[in-house]
């Protein structure tokens, strides 16, 4: 299983982002999929995630307000769709995999895990 995540970079405070996660090796269809992140000096902490039927899961109501998951089953892809970027949202971004995976994201406790992807969000 490979997860690759793309679309990080550079923006100001305000500005947007879209996250891609290329996933192979997988049915995708059947695995539950997960943002984390980690910023500088913190842990990793979960982001949003969507579960393999199709169920949205947000970290924060403030970040449901701001970013959207969704999922390509075609094309296996995962994204993360960031508005009113802000700069504690600067972190490194990671997709994860969870076959059948439903519920209890926080946990950090996923099947596979990508390489992340860096976002800078400047003020």
């Known amino acids: 299983v490979q997860l690759q995540a793309s679309g990080g970079g550079l923006v100001q405070a305000g500005g947007s982002l879209r996250l891609s996660c290329a996933a192979s090796?997988?049915?995708?269809?059947?695995?539950?999929m997960a943002w984390f992140r980690q910023g500088p000096g913190k842990e990793r902490e979960f982001v949003a995630a969507?579960?393999?039927?199709?169920?949205?899961?947000y970290s924060t109501d403030s970040l449901k307000g701001r970013f959207t998951i969704s999922r390509d089953n075609a094309k296996n892809t995962l994204y993360l769709q960031m508005n009113i970027l802000k700069p504690e949202d600067t972190a490194v971004y990671y997709c994860?995999?969870?076959?059948?995976?439903?519920?209890?994201?926080?946990?950090?406790?996923?099947?596979?895990w990508g390489k992340g992807t860096l976002v800078t969000v400047s003020s």
């Open positions: 994860a995999a969870d076959y059948r995976r439903t519920t209890n994201w926080a946990t950090g406790r996923m099947g596979y």
């Open positions: 090796g997988l049915t995708f269809s059947r695995y539950g």
């Open positions: 969507l579960s393999w039927n199709g169920i949205s899961e």
